[in-house]
């Protein structure tokens, strides 16, 4: 997908939005389930503690007795952190009760002071045994008959456990959303590219358009850019109809003024020799100005049109072919690349620009004329641009004489037939088409006329 593009612009989005989400969405679930493994810890050491209670007493010797049965092996095998023990307080004269798992170890217990009771006199806290397990420890003190005698009980709980459960949980969660995200990327992906397939096939329509394989937006397009489609069309034919209301009233135009400069032109043969000469010269220079300012017009009504193309190499080789025909005593050729340039104008445009160009060329050249055609570097995101140059090897100009050349009207060589507006009309028309017309000097000392006009850059 080239840059800019909508579609991966979207699927960026899409892909940016789903990752956080999912980040999100794995960072709350394991803490909820962190939380809720963490109460369900809390409540099973609480359960175990008031079992061992109820299983406790004194004895008539003043001795703690009793053997809670908690159900759980853990509390039977040595080292695994799971321990349940009593412990006399004053006035009781008694050994301790304990769990087979802590054997005759000992389990140290923070200062109160440090870890307080809380309001149903319990206290939690971690601790460590001698075997290297995290101990989470719930204790309490419990007077065991009327006469005050007390004991502690504590149970604790191995939270490497707790640990592996919740690390195992998290594993598996990841892997799941990771699955998910990726089956959600796919989906998304197949998805965008499936909805906008109607936008790339505008795309694809407006290139055809502009390559003129087409005149409209062809296709079935869904309503919310049926109306877009709509628009452009209705455009592309408001524009045809300029272009060829413009064509229509250059025409009649053209036709009104024919005929009473042809008039003008039939009546000075009637008069004397010096009249008649200056008539004449006069009606041939007003029936220039009049095509070129039509052409002018007709130039500027269809500049703007997305229609406009054509294909330099045929109208440059078969200006070279007929240029060659008429001058035999020169060498024309064409240096063409690349070979499938389009320029964005009209093909009579170009011919006439090209015309006065080469015929000009012809009129100075010694031995040989080249006319090359080569692309211009532009910036990414500007049009296509391509550079003529018509060179000969003729005696050329000096800066001077080149700012004079394209005056309109101005002729450097009397000797040389012509009005003296062939260089203007090739100013006007690249002028018109947004370019640009230069004069410079050869290497060998002749004259390089340089048109510089907007290309079409065509896929494929």
Do not use: C
Not at 190 to 207: S, W
Not at 360 to 382: D, H, W
Not at 385 to 395: E, K, L, S, T
């Amino acid at each position: 997908m080239k840059r800019g593009s909508l579609t991966a612009r979207v699927l960026l989005f899409a892909s940016i939005w789903v990752a956080v989400a999912l980040v999100v969405i794995a960072i709350v679930i394991s803490q909820l389930y962190r939380s809720g493994s963490e109460r369900a810890f809390g409540d099973l050491l609480r359960a175990h503690l008031n079992s061992v209670i109820n299983a406790v007493t004194i004895d008539s010797r003043r001795h703690l007795s009793g053997r809670p049965q908690l159900g759980d092996l853990v509390f039977d095998q040595p080292g695994s952190g799971w321990v349940w023990l009593v412990e006399p307080l004053g006035g009781v004269s008694s050994p301790r009760l304990a769990s087979i798992s802590i054997g005759e170890a000992t389990l140290p217990s923070p200062p109160v002071a440090e870890v307080p009771f809380d309001d149903r006199y319990l206290r939690f806290y971690r601790s460590t045994d001698g075997f290297g397990n995290q101990l989470e420890v719930v204790e309490t003190e419990v007077e065991l008959d009327n006469q005050g005698r007390a004991a502690r009980f504590r149970v604790t709980a191995n939270r490497d456990v707790l640990e592996a459960e919740i690390s195992a949980f998290s594993t598996n969660l990841y892997l799941a959303l990771a699955l998910f995200g990726i089956g959600s990327l796919l989906i998304n992906a197949v998805a965008i590219l499936y909805g906008l397939r109607p936008l790339d096939g505008a795309r694809q329509a407006l290139g055809r358009i502009r390559a003129g394989e087409a005149d409209r937006l062809n296709g079935s397009f869904p309503r919310e850019i049926a109306p877009l489609a709509g628009e452009i069309n209705a455009l592309i034919d408001a524009n045809h109809r300029v272009i060829e209301r413009a064509r229509m009233q250059v025409g009649n135009l053209a036709h009104s003024l024919k005929t009473p400069i042809a008039v003008l032109l039939n009546e000075s043969r009637d008069m004397t020799p010096a009249h008649a000469k200056l008539v004449r010269a006069q009606a041939e220079t007003m029936q220039a100005q009049v095509q070129t300012y039509l052409d002018r017009a007709r130039i500027a009504a269809q500049r703007g049109s997305v229609l406009a193309r054509t294909e330099a190499a045929p109208v440059i080789e078969r200006l070279v072919r007929v240029m060659a025909k008429l001058n035999r005593e020169i060498s024309f050729s064409a240096d063409i690349e690349p070979a499938d340039a389009v320029l964005a104008m009209e093909t009579q445009d170009l011919e006439e620009a090209l015309g006065n160009l080469v015929e000009n060329a012809a009129k100075f050249a010694r031995t040989n004329v080249v006319v090359r055609l080569r692309p211009v570097p532009v910036s990414e995101g500007q049009a296509a641009m391509f550079r003529i140059d018509i060179d000969d090897d003729g005696p050329g100009l000096d800066e001077t004489q080149m700012r004079e050349a394209v005056k309109r009207g101005r002729r450097l060589d009397e000797t040389k037939p012509g009005t003296g507006l062939g260089l203007s009309i090739v100013d006007e028309i690249a002028a018109e088409y947004k370019g640009s017309f230069t004069l410079a000097s050869t290497a060998s000392g002749g004259l390089s006329a340089r048109l510089t006009l907007p290309g079409l850059k065509l896929d494929g």
